[in-house]
């Protein structure tokens, strides 16, 4: 996930085209970095020494200025500790995993490893890319809705089947199984949505969700859906094409028993 607002599709292949070279990289750098455990609430920016350029194992980060929060970053991204961050804060509300390089070990790195510098300047252009699309949005989008992230551990109950629909989820990161009387009927993946039915009907959730693997949702919450449809028009698109998926899932299983 690139952002709390929801962002055009060619923005999140360009993102996910980024993620893979990030990976790529992160490959061809193995051994020349140290791992560091970092607790809850820890300001990258205000922790790290100006030389350092970090890639995130495991966490969830959030770049913010002026108390609004411009881009997520997440297991397999890069980011470069610099003087033009001054004013931002980079933190995270879970504790987390990264790596930590030297710039100029990365610097020897590139002189040395072949094709890792054509990488390196190929990932530097996705990420402008990247940032652009997200400050354009930033600045059409005047309404800032609130947003409440949660971590679940593995075999967590994130939803409960008969629970009240207290907002719509999405997966950040993980997966989780859908159970309803006991049966498995499905499971989440990672950018996927779930809880919507329930949600949009304001009737009982008729399944339950546990977390199959350590996973970071994101919860809409009733009073702050309309200010959401108003600021992140995407997020309608979002939905619409999960509950297609849905009905499609349904009409399959449907024509199997028949």
């Known amino acids: 996930m690139l952002s709390i607002r929801d962002v055009p599709d060619t923005l999140e292949a360009l993102y996910e085209r980024s993620k893979n070279l990030s990976r790529d990289i992160y490959t061809l750098l193995q051994g020349k970095g140290r791992l560091e455990r ?21 966490g969830y980060f959030k770049l913010a200025a002026s108390g609004k929060v411009l881009r997520l ?23 987390s995993e990264v790596m930590v390089f030297d710039k100029e070990d990365i610097g020897q790195a590139i002189r040395k490893e072949k094709g890792l510098a054509e990488k390196w300047l190929e990932l ?41 629909p207290d907002g719509i989820y999405e997966m950040v990161a993980g997966e989780a199984m859908v159970t309803s009387n ?15 039915i329930s949600f949009l009907t304001n009737k009982a959730r008729t399944a339950t969700v546990t977390a199959a693997s350590s996973c970071f949702v994101r919860i809409v919450k009733q009073d702050d859906f309309a200010k959401l449809i108003e600021s992140n028009p995407y997020l309608i698109i979002s ?20």
């Open 182 to 196: 006991g049966k498995l009927i499905g499971k989440v993946n990672a950018g996927e949505i779930f809880g919507e």
């Open 38 to 58: 970092l607790p809850v609430d820890v300001d990258l920016l205000r922790h790290a020494a100006p030389t350092s350029i970090y890639f995130v194992i495991e």
């Open 73 to 95: 970053y997440s297991g397999g991204d890069w980011f470069a500790v610099s003087p033009s961050f001054a004013g931002y804060t980079l933190s995270s509300e879970f504790a």
């Open 124 to 164: 530097h252009a996705f990420e402008a890319s990247i940032d652009l699309g997200l400050c354009a949005l930033s600045v059409e989008s005047n309404v800032d809705a609130s947003f409440e992230f949660r971590q679940f551990r593995q075999g967590q109950v994130i939803t409960k089947e008969g629970g009240a």
């Open 239 to 258: 939905i619409s094409k999960t509950l297609a998926k849905r009905i499609v899932d349904l009409n399959r299983r449907v024509a199997e028993l028949t």
